[in-house]
């Protein structure tokens, strides 16, 4: 069941709000709605989509791989020439 919820926010933040939800073609009530959902339910599976399930397992990396050195040594060699 849908219920009305009156809000006082800040004048700028609600028209960045609606500009944010027409480019992902939704509504702000949706918008919130959604959000306020994440925020009272926080442990349930968020919807993985399409893509991020092709590229899942994509890469083989060894056991003993050490991420954030090897993206350290990527900074220092993209950044010191």
Do not use: C, W
């Not at 069941?1 to 949706?30: R, W």
């Not at 991020?52 to 954030?68: R, T």
Request: cysteine-free; charged content about 30%; aromatic content about 6%.
């Amino acid at each position: 069941m849908d219920t009305k919820l009156t809000l006082k926010l800040n004048g700028d933040i609600i028209e960045q709000a609606k500009t944010y939800a027409k480019k992902k073609n939704t509504s702000l009530s949706k918008l919130i709605e959604s959000y306020l959902g994440m925020l009272v339910e926080p442990n349930e599976k968020q919807e993985v989509t399409p893509l991020v399930k092709s590229l899942s397992g994509v890469i083989d990396l060894p056991k003993d791989f050490d991420s954030k050195t090897n993206y350290r040594k990527h900074v220092l060699n993209k950044y010191s020439k």
